[in-house]
């Protein structure tokens, strides 16, 4: 069994286009984010929510929009996709919030915008 | 955002060598120390968690975490060719706790 999956695995599309990932998790976890892979291999966090609700936004462009329907999935919408957007995005899952707090990721999700 | 700094690498051992991986922080806060693996095309994957100073032990492996140099480790004994990988050190505080400051990743590949 998967614990964190996300879809799609590969995505290109052109720029200006609207796409989303989507991200599910089996674990039973409250906390779920987005962190980016940048083409230097750079992982930082994008967003956190805990229990539906956003706890984490980083300086990330308006036209990223998590949206969390319930606990167990966490999407990601990315609205007049430019061609900087292209990286891996990987989201992740944690039993709660804190530092101590075992975070677990999915396999990624490679954008490519040409 | 530096704060975490680690050598890229690459870094290439043969079967059987010890190898070590480092990483310096400069956020004197950073309580919590982990060390993820990450194979090619796939996601971080945890290897080993340390609360604050010390070492930990797990199988081949062994974390090390010297607070007062701002500074840690990850020794791997025995390398094996499966052991080729990145390798990522995060670290996190309480106040920021709930996202993780990685490092660049080190790549290793161990050679038969």
């Known amino acids: 069994d998967t614990a964190v999956s996300q879809t799609p695995k590969y995505l290109v599309t052109q720029m200006g286009n609207d796409k989303s990932i989507k991200c599910e998790q089996n674990l039973g976890h409250d906390t779920m984010y987005w962190y980016k892979q940048d083409s230097k291999k750079f992982l930082k966090i994008m967003f956190s929510y805990n229990n539906k609700e956003l706890i984490i936004n980083e300086t990330v462009p308006n036209r990223f929009s998590p949206k969390s329907p319930d606990k167990a999935h966490l999407n990601l919408h990315i609205n007049s996709l430019e061609l900087g957007d292209s990286a891996v995005y990987f989201c992740?899952?944690?039993?709660?919030?804190?530092?101590?707090?075992?975070?677990?990721f999915g396999e990624g999700s490679w954008l490519t915008v040409v | 955002q530096k704060e975490v700094e680690q050598d890229p690498g690459p870094l290439s051992v043969p079967e059987g060598a010890i190898v070590s991986l480092n990483c310096t922080y400069s956020?004197?806060?950073?309580?919590?120390f982990m060390w993820y693996r990450q194979y090619s095309r796939k996601g971080p994957e945890l290897l080993m968690y340390t609360y604050s100073s010390g070492n930990k032990e797990d199988g081949r492996f062994t974390a090390q975490v010297d607070k007062s140099s701002k500074y840690i480790s990850l020794f791997i004994r025995d390398s094996q060719p499966s052991d080729s990988a990145t390798y990522l050190c995060a670290m996190s505080d309480v106040d920021s706790g709930y996202a993780l400051n990685f490092g660049k990743g080190t790549s290793l590949l161990v050679t038969p």
């Open positions: 992740a899952s944690s039993q709660d919030v804190g530092a101590g707090n075992t975070i677990y």
């Open positions: 956020n004197s806060a950073f309580q919590y």
